[in-house]
């Protein structure tokens, strides 16, 4: 948190004393009177706003159906009962809400939504639904409730509990920014004042970090910007993806000619074409990169020993595409396990003068035995996590080669935000890329993985790539301290 947002923060905190000292007097539970009143207004603007959104969410309810009954719904939260004109008709409908005012406005739109059946209004917190059986629902909704409950691995358990196997979660909810924006700087500014407005709601949530958690067999989440006001513009929803799914079997059937090659095992013949392409692709990639590869490797000789030498371990080197970028003096060590990247790898080599240059070895990221543990500086890895099999073992071999205090340093292709072409396409035309690009896969999450390798310190950024395919566009770069 920057000393900008602190304060600030401070200063909110301290034009709502007076709204603490309520709390701590037990006379803030009068808001709470007032609290349904308030989000009964604001319901019908906010699904005039979120309309289309909500009828997309809402669309698959009634697949969850079992043997032609009707769809049992429990709304986790229903407040005024926003989401029930978007429901199927027919399904049965069981509320739960902490907050007993609720009564009178959900009685309202129950009214007005005679096409559902309702069962009982049950007044409890999502963490303790002991009233609703095990297994007995379809369908669980969430909408703008996890931003509030005191537990959300709690309730995810709950649940899961009372949804029969096979049903469903739906969920809407607003959640933190990109902590580069200026809504990320205002949510956590502004949070203690809307804490008490929103009736302890929290606007800094990662909340889709918990439903990544939560154990359910199938995710399908994405991140969406509401047209709403900016601190609570980031929101995640259940993401709806037949057409996707509808586009990858498509692709896949195309892709058939190039799967029997793989398992015949004459695709290992373009294992030594790849080369040539990658090598003259470079080109192209580093004049867009420049500026920001030459930003990323600018503080590499800050990692030489005390001596001045540094000791620099590159894998997945290709065709020595960074050579240029590497301090003057430093030795390279290089590593990939396409033995007939050597020949281009030998022309940067010659290019580049300034480096001196180790043995070159044939191996890959995930078993890197031939180099000692902690015996170099710095390990650099650039458009490789997308291809390795396992990144997780890349990373802890990349760990155990480095010194104490030295250096990893990436730039990676990763996936799109969800809410983007850019994600539809990724995973559209992923089963081609893979093989045109040698194995490449741009829908990970190398962050991910990065964040829990264990490195000491991790210094991370999400880019959008200058003028680069849509497919890899998304990169993240920085670098990681043992």
């Known amino acids: 948190m920057s000393y900008a947002q602190k304060f600030w923060t401070f200063v909110v905190n301290v034009l709502v004393l007076p709204l603490h000292l309520l709390n701590a007097v037990g006379l803030y539970d009068i808001y709470k009177r007032v609290f349904p009143f308030c989000v009964y207004r604001i319901s019908i603007n906010y699904n005039k706003k979120m309309h289309d959104k909500k009828k997309e969410l809402f669309r698959s309810v009634s697949e969850f159906s079992q043997s032609g009954k009707p769809v049992t719904i429990l709304e986790v939260g229903c407040g ?62 969430c909408t703008l409730v996890l931003c509030s409950v005191n537990n959300i691995p709690q309730t995810l358990r709950e649940v899961h509990r009372v949804l029969r196997h096979g049903g469903g979660l739906f969920f809407m909810e607003h ?10 700087f205002f949510q956590h500014v502004l949070q203690p004042a809307w804490y008490y407005f929103g009736d302890g709601c929290e606007v800094t949530r990662e909340t889709w970090k918990y439903l990544e958690d939560a ?33 990858i079997l498509f692709c896949l059937v195309l892709c058939l000619p190039l799967q029997l090659l793989d398992l015949t095992g004459l695709y290992g013949l373009y294992k030594r074409l790849f080369p040539v392409l990658a090598y003259n692709i470079t080109f192209s990639y580093n004049d867009k990169m420049h500026g920001l590869k030459r930003e990323l490797f600018r503080n590499v000789a800050a990692f030489a020993k005390s001596d001045g030498t540094l000791r620099l371990l590159e894998i997945g080197c290709g065709s020595g595409a960074n050579f240029k970028f590497y301090p003057h003096g430093c030795t390279v060590v290089c590593t990939d396990p396409n033995p007939h990247f050597q020949k281009y790898l030998q022309m940067s080599m010659d290019a580049n003068k300034h480096l001196t240059y180790g043995e070159f070895l044939v191996l890959s990221g995930e078993d890197m035995r031939e180099v000692q543990d902690e015996s170099v500086d710095v390990v650099v890895c650039t458009l490789v996590l997308c291809s390795v099999s396992n990144i997780k073992q890349v990373l802890r071999e990349a760990r155990r080669v480095l010194r104490t205090g030295g250096a990893f340093y ?8 969800s809410s983007s072409w850019t994600y539809f396409f990724q995973y559209v035309f992923e089963p081609l890329w893979y093989y045109l690009g040698d194995g490449c896969v741009v829908t990970r999450t190398t962050w991910k993985d990065l964040e829990a390798a264990g490195f000491a310190e991790l210094h991370l950024r999400h880019i959008e790539a200058p003028a680069v395919s849509l497919m890899i566009r998304p990169h993240i770069m920085g670098y990681s301290i043992k």
């Open 215 to 247: 154990g359910f067999s199938d995710l399908k989440l994405r991140h969406v910007d509401a047209p709403l006001v900016f601190i609570i513009k980031p929101h995640i929803c259940t993401q709806q993806q037949w057409r996707q799914q509808l586009l």
């Open 175 to 184: 959640v933190a920014a990109n902590p580069s924006t200026w809504s990320h």
């Open 410 to 417: 990436f730039l990676e292709h990763v996936v799109s935000d």
């Open 80 to 141: 005024s009962g926003a989401n029930f004109e978007y429901y199927p008709p027919g399904c049965r409908v069981v509320c739960t809400d902490p907050n007993p005012h609720f009564k009178k406005y959900l009685t309202k739109s129950m009214a007005q939504n005679d096409h559902l059946t309702y069962d009982n209004f049950v007044v409890c917190s999502g963490e303790d639904m002991r009233s609703v059986e095990d297994g007995s629902v379809d369908v669980v909704v």
